[in-house]
């Protein structure tokens, strides 16, 4: 049976990427011998404004029958508001089919400078809940537009939603360092983030052999800068796990580098992969979108479907191009274009498979 892959390729380079995505999808499948069944889907800012919607009801079923979904970048700021764009399509993709874990992995890669001293060699996994908390959605504005204005934007927090991504953060870190180190708030915001730090205690009284470290988030940051390598499994809520990641993501020497997975860990609904940066409208159109996220995210993609081998050699042939350190774009200091890049990945993973 071929795997059946929904692609959102959506605006600015997301649109640049995802084509490059597919290229090195299609040489592992023949490398590794599976099939592949790839339907493309227009959803995106241009298709808002030509259609009123982001993205029909009738979407939702049509992407729920695929094994997975890869999506580029959504939004385009200058046409559609961001909030429009967002929560029209990425957002209620990830709480329709419950992709409550969004597992992003950081560490630098091979020859690539970071902009840390001693370039450290972190490597760690955030394990940010996908499904609710500050990106809840509930809320309002009262008296809009008046000088006594009032929004409100409720975090949403349920013990249920909560204890599955710890559940899973614990889980992962059993397998890795066996450190997990958790990142709330909870000294400025007693209701949410306090319960979120029992629920965090308690799970880890059914994981002993692993060590856990409580954060304020805000310190948190700045240990990712002072020393990463402290750092191995850390898990987050929606909000603190998006700045964290960013930040994480600049610390790998580019934005253009890191990847998410995001999991229906129950695999009720298809899970979707997708780079963590967004559609960068300051670069788009010029084919230098750096691909190598939009790579990572087909590996993460491959790994979750079984295709643990063909994921490794991608990873492996990405760190030997970025390792010569020739053809890198220019968000790394080079001058490649984005084709380039996924040619050079091409070549190397001929070599490997020579
Ligand atoms: P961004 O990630 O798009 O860009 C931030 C900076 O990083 C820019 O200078 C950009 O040029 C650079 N950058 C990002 N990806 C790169 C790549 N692959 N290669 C080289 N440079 C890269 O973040 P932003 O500017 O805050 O957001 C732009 C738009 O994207 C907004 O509409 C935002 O809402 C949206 N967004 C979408 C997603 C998503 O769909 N997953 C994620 C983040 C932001
Ligand atoms: C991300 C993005 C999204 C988020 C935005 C675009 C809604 O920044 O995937 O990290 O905040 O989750
Ligand atoms: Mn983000």
């Avoid at 490059?20 to 493309?40: M, N, S, Y």
């Avoid at 385009?76 to 967002?86: C, E, G």
């Avoid at 066996?178 to 009284?205: C, G, I, P």
Wanted: glycine residues 8%.
């Amino acid at each position: 049976m071929p795997y059946s892959i929904g692609l959102i390729p959506g605006d600015g380079i997301g649109t640049e990427v995802i084509p490059e995505g597919v290229r090195v999808l299609e040489a592992l499948a023949a490398w590794f011998g599976f099939d592949l069944q790839i339907t493309d889907y227009p959803y995106s800012c241009a298709y808002y404004l030509e259609h009123g919607t982001m993205m029909p009801e009738a979407a939702f079923e049509a992407l729920k029958q695929h094994d997975a979904i890869l999506l580029g970048a959504v939004g385009d700021p200058r046409r559609v508001p961001d909030h429009v764009s967002l929560r029209g399509l990425l957002v209620p993709l990830r709480q329709r089919f419950d992709l409550y874990i969004n597992l992003r992995p950081a560490r630098p890669l091979p020859g690539l400078p970071t902009p840390l001293k001693g370039n450290p060699a972190f490597d760690i996994v955030f394990v940010r809940e996908n499904s609710e908390g500050e990106y809840a959605g509930a809320g309002g504005r009262l008296r809009q537009g008046t000088p006594d204005e009032v929004a409100l934007q409720t975090t949403v927090f349920t013990r249920k939603g909560v204890e599955r991504a710890v559940r899973y953060a614990f889980d992962l870190a059993i397998k890795r360092q066996k450190r997990l180190a958790n990142a709330t708030k909870s000294n400025a915001m007693q209701y949410a983030f306090v319960m979120w730090d029992e629920v965090v205690a308690e799970v880890a009284r059914e994981y002993p052999d692993v060590e856990v470290t409580r954060y304020h988030a805000d310190a948190l940051a700045a240990m990712l800068v002072r020393d990463p390598t402290r750092l191995d499994v850390v898990v987050a809520s929606n909000l603190i796990g998006d700045l964290l990641t960013d930040l994480a993501g600049a610390l790998q020497g580019s934005l253009g580098l890191p990847a998410s997975a995001n999991l229906n860990p129950e695999r009720t609904y298809p899970s979707l992969f997708e780079p963590v940066h967004g559609s960068a409208p300051d670069i788009a159109g010029q084919g230098i979108a750096n691909p190598i996220a939009t790579y990572w995210a087909v590996g993460l993609m491959l790994e979750f479907l079984g295709e643990a081998a063909a994921a490794r050699a991608l990873m492996q042939a990405v760190e030997a191009v970025t390792a010569e350190g020739r053809v890198l774009t220019p968000d790394l200091g080079g001058t490649a274009r984005t084709g380039e890049v996924t040619r050079a990945v091409l070549e190397k993973l001929e070599e490997v498979e020579a």
